[in-house]
């Protein structure tokens, strides 16, 4: 099981927590001027690296509040967590792992 | 190539067994062929035997970065069924039970189809209504599924705990009669070595690094670990990494790759008739011919390429299982791993072309592409020998997603082994 530090409340157990999918997909400012493709590319389509993912959190069972993370899919280890609204962290002068 | 019989085995017995060579050749990667595989697992394998046997399509290769069935192949669970909801759904898995049926004399390889049934339980309103649903909608599609009452069910499964004293007490369930197991390594192998006699090139330790374009945006070659390989025709059927290796190719796709766990108790005397899954309670059991018990977890909430799971998952089915069978909780399990499984959207896979002029893809069967393994094969080389949609395979066109015509096993299954 994961431990997640959750940037509202510290490390919690990874069954406090839901996963939300890719992060920083922003919803579209003027929806009705959206082409076809790019609702594709909004509603569907996602990067599912291989390595460093940020991606969504929210601490269901705790503050439930929604945060951003930069995890590793090669090892799951996480290498920052973020708030919401916060870009993703530059990790050459930010974080080392 | 030797084929197997009742005659050679006693043949070979003579000897002591030790006449048999192996199934298919290693040889070196030529510098060209006419189509690549990547991905040796049953689907490419398969997609390649059907090329060579269906189409003529001689001078071809399958490429698997490891070993033939070391991914998802080798880890599942091997429950097979086609009572999916959808006529589309219908249309492709049953076409797989069909080929199933007579796989292992296509083949001259036992892949030990057993069409033991499966049946799939309901524990709440909502499962009952669902799944009476599902067993209309497949009658009309033609294919067999029938409804049991928790009696009937318990006299088709007798070890099943079917009192009301279960925090999620059995209300039925839906059998498909035909549904049933294989041998997973036996489905590589067997499709590798009808291939390897038809000429194709099986190639392992090879891992495709890059996807070449010409000028055009066709597909040229393949960059390897074992070398540049030309080829104007590429198949992908790379699981869990298919995001990676298309995104070689500049290609996104709707995908992502969640670890999914299963594990295995020791062997004991046949206790278990047939296989049973609910998905409410997330617990999946068969037993192998072997004598041990084969039990499938669920994903873990997040996206990984690791290949394990967290303990916790496999917990929460083993406790399902000690509630749905009580007379299992003594049982010690064996061995317990993950595999990586590439989910869409809709549950649904995509199967056919790609923006990419001669590239093809196979992916998103996620939890549930054991069953599809000859289906989509069969499909996919039609495709790749075409460059059309096979009738089958044509609802499950990445297309879908832009055109709004997805085939949602999601919403009807919630789960989709
Ligand atoms: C635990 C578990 C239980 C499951 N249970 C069931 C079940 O009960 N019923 C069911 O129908 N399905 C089940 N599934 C799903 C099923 O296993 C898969 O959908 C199916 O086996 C996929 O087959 P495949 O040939 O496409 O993929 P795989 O067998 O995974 O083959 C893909 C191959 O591609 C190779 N590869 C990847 N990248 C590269 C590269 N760059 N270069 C070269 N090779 C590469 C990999 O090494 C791999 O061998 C389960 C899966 C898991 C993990
Ligand atoms: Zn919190």
């Known amino acids: ?97 | 190539m030797t084929r197997f019989s009742a005659f050679e085995l006693f043949r070979q017995g003579l000897t002591g067994q030790s006449g048999w060579k192996p199934q298919w050749c290693s040889p070196e990667p030529k510098a060209a062929y006419d189509a690549v595989i990547i991905g040796g697992g049953g689907h490419g394998l398969g997609a390649a035997y059907y090329l060579a046997s269906q189409h003529g399509l001689r001078n071809i290769a399958v490429l698997e970065k490891g070993w033939l069935g070391g991914g998802n192949t080798g880890r599942n669970t091997t429950i097979i069924r086609s009572n999916y909801l959808f006529p589309e759904s219908a249309g492709l898995y049953d076409h797989s039970v069909k080929l199933w049926e007579g796989l292992s004399q296509e083949l001259n390889y036992n892949v030990m189809f057993s069409q033991r049934g499966v049946m799939m339980l309901a524990h709440t309103v909502h499962d009952v209504q669902v799944f009476q649903r599902h067993v209309h909608a497949n009658r009309a599609a033609g294919v067999d599924n029938d409804w049991l009452t928790p009696e009937e069910a318990k006299a088709y499964c007798p070890p099943l705990n079917i009192s009301d004293n279960m925090r999620y007490p059995v209300l039925g369930a839906a059998l498909q009669r035909r549904g049933g197991t294989a041998r997973h390594d036996a489905v590589a192998w067997g499709y590798a070595r009808a291939a390897d006699r038809l000429g194709v090139d099986i190639l392992e330790n090879c891992e495709v690094t890059g996807i070449v374009r010409n000028a055009q945006g066709a597909v040229e070659a393949v960059e390897t670990t074992r070398g540049r390989i030309k080829t104007p025709k590429v198949g992908v059927s790379a699981a869990g990494h298919t995001s990676v290796v298309l995104g070689m190719a500049g290609v996104r796709l709707p995908l992502e790759s969640f670890p999914l766990q299963a594990l295995v108790s020791e062997p004991v005397k046949p206790v278990f008739p047939c296989v049973v899954m609910s998905n409410t309670i997330h617990a999946y059991i068969s037993q192998s011919d072997k004598g041990e018990l084969v039990i499938g977890a669920g994903t873990d909430i997040y996206t990984s390429y690791t290949q394990r799971g967290g303990l916790h998952i496999s917990q929460h089915t083993l406790e399902a299982i000690c509630e749905l069978f009580p007379q299992f909780r003594r049982m010690r399990m064996l061995r317990n791993w993950g595999g990586i499984v590439d989910v869409t959207p809709d549950r649904s896979p995509i199967v056919g072309k790609t923006p990419v002029q001669g590239l093809y893809v196979n992916c998103g069967w996620g939890t549930g592409g054991f069953k599809a393994t000859p289906g989509a094969a069969h499909t996919l080389a039609w495709t790749i020998a075409r460059d059309e949609p096979h009738p089958i395979n044509a609802p499950f066109t990445l297309a879908r997603f832009r055109d709004g015509f997805l085939i949602d096993e999601a919403a009807a299954a919630a789960v989709a082994h």
């Open chain 1, 1 to 97: 099981m994961l431990v997640i530090a959750c940037p509202y409340c510290g490390p919690r157990p990874e069954i406090e927590f839901a996963h939300g999918g890719e992060a920083h997909i922003a919803r579209p400012q003027d929806p009705s001027s959206l082409g076809v493709e790019d609702w594709t590319e909004f509603l569907y389509m996602r990067a599912n690296p291989k390595g460093l993912h940020a991606e969504r959190w929210r601490h269901i069972h705790g503050c439930a509040r929604f945060f951003n993370a930069l995890r590793d899919t090669t090892t799951d280890q996480f290498v920052a967590t973020y708030r919401t609204g916060e870009p993703r962290p530059d990790l050459t002068t930010a974080v080392k792992a």
